[in-house]
């Protein structure tokens, strides 16, 4: 089992960039497809971006497609998140999480880790 944790959050301004990361614990991370989420207050956790196993493979919610990109370092045990072009409405905070497929990025395991806040402002 994957327990991640986030990390690289803080302020920006619009037109800004972050890097997030997300560390996770236990020896099978590379079998893991990882997702990355975002979830404001009232609203559910949705999806931003999704990578396979090697790397080579991702997905991205439209809403952020062509401003972010997720990677992925195995020897690392780390997923990344790097967020351009900002904007207000990014505004969340973000998790990462192990997911069905890049395609189906759907989590199961039902556990989640603490997040990290991004704000942006305007």
């Known amino acids: 089992q994957v327990q991640p944790v986030e990390s690289g959050g803080g302020l920006a301004q619009a037109g800004g960039s972050l890097r997030l990361s997300c560390a996770a614990s236990g020896r099978t991370f590379s079998s893991y497809v990882m997702g990355w989420f975002r979830q404001v207050p009232g609203k559910e956790r949705e999806f931003v971006a999704a990578i396979s196993r090697s790397g080579e493979s991702t997905n991205y919610a439209d809403s952020v497609k062509g401003r972010f990109t997720v990677s992925r370092d195995n020897a690392k045990n780390t997923v990344y998140l790097q967020m351009n072009s900002l904007k207000p409405e990014d505004t969340a905070v973000y998790y990462c999480?192990?997911?069905?497929?890049?395609?189906?990025?759907?989590?199961?395991?039902?556990?989640w880790g603490q997040g990290t806040r991004v704000t942006v402002s305007s």
């Open positions: 999480n192990t997911v069905a497929t890049v395609l189906r990025p759907v989590n199961l395991s039902g556990s």
